[in-house]
């Protein structure tokens, strides 16, 4: 079992930034790969980015450049950066963990980007 808890969201101007982090508990070792997705109000869940334990990244191409996360192993963390916040950014932000088995969810941060 993994367990995650994400912290960092909140309110924020547009243009302004925000950092996430996810704090992963459990059986680390079985980590394969850790990421953030999002899901804003009537729409599907999507991808921020992610990244592997030998940190790889991958990123939405429609983020990329604006979105940066890192990875802390000795810590167990992960951390996304986002910048140049736009009112579209709002939306719940859940930390991921996937273990080539089964995929770990956090409860969600609220990022509410205002105009």
């Known amino acids: 079992q993994v367990q995650l808890v994400e912290s960092g969201g909140g309110l924020v101007q547009a243009g302004g930034s925000l950092r996430l982090s996810c704090a992963a508990s459990?059986?680390?070792?079985?980590?394969?790969?850790m990421g953030w997705y999002r899901q804003a109000p009537g729409k599907q869940r999507e991808l921020v980015a992610t990244?592997?334990?030998?940190?790889?990244?991958n990123y939405s191409d429609s983020l990329k450049g604006r979105f940066t996360i890192s990875r802390d192993n000795a810590k167990n963390t992960v951390s996304l950066q986002a910048n140049s916040l736009k009112p579209e950014d709002t939306a719940v932000y859940y930390c991921n963990a996937w273990t080539g088995v089964r995929s770990y969810w956090g409860q969600g941060t609220q990022v509410t980007v205002s105009s």
């Open positions: 990244i592997t334990s030998g940190g790889t990244t």
């Open positions: 459990g059986s680390i070792a079985s980590i394969i790969r």
